[in-house]
């Protein structure tokens, strides 16, 4: 092997070797590691293992509607995760929003701001998610009332 063969592939070894030694010392970042944690809570909490599993249908069409909730609790749509772990998300924003409410003790209207908002988020969430359950226990009577109706039904099924 000629010199310059060789001292390239020393070259490389070496560029390789400072590469795999500086990737093996760092360590991601705690924020990093906790954000990683709480997507693949929601994921779980919305159902997506569910989906991943059985590879529901997106929705369905039925007599000239769609249908993106599953009228039933023992199954669901792929668009019965994806609006869960939208409500889902939006609670925990909430709840971070809140939290992030009581570090600005030294600007009160900031972080009253931050908590109305939070609990907005939170309370959107809790009741658009309770809607879409009661709506899935319920779906007989909810589906035999007019669409004007059931548009303004969904919400507010469990008061």
Known sequence: MSSKKK???SVVSFSLSRWFSRISITTPSVLLITIIGILYCIFLFGGGLFTLITRPAPSAYVNGQFYFLYPSISGQFVSDTVISVILFGFGFL???????????AYNPRQAYMMLIIGVAFLLISYIFLEGAINFKETAGIILTLPFFHRLFFLPWVFF
């Open 7 to 9: 001292k390239r592939s």
């Open 94 to 104: 909430g709840l971070f929003t809140i939290y992030q409410s009581t570090k600005s």
